[in-house]
């Protein structure tokens, strides 16, 4: 399989097994086994693309699990409408002003 992500005229690409290698370089375990890897390729594309790192987003699903301590970022929010109810929308970084 190959993950591609077409961003302002250009694309990123991965293939599955790149996207095993950047996924095993953060977790294992358990929490791997949870998270698609769809979001792993989001993560991906967020580091390569926009700096944004896989260790800000992985402490964000960490908090929100371990019950949401105050980190200045804005608390996850259940969606409470179809076709997205039981998701729940969550920022992992703050913008710059």
Do not use: C
């Not at 996207?19 to 792993?40: P, Q």
């Not at 987003?57 to 301590?69: D, F, M, Y």
């Not at 804005?74 to 002003?97: C, I, Q, V």
């Amino acid at each position: 399989m190959r993950w591609t992500a077409m961003l302002d005229g250009h694309d990123i690409s991965i293939s599955g097994e790149q996207l095993a290698k950047f996924k095993s370089v953060y977790v294992s375990g358990e929490l791997s086994s949870r998270m698609s890897d769809l979001i792993w390729f989001d993560v991906h594309v967020l580091d390569k693309e926009f700096g944004v790192g896989a260790h800000e987003v992985l402490q964000s699903i960490h908090n929100l699990e371990a019950g949401e301590p105050h980190s200045g970022i804005k608390p996850a929010t259940a969606f409470r409408n179809p076709p997205l109810k039981g998701l729940w929308d969550k920022h992992f970084f703050r913008r710059n002003s």
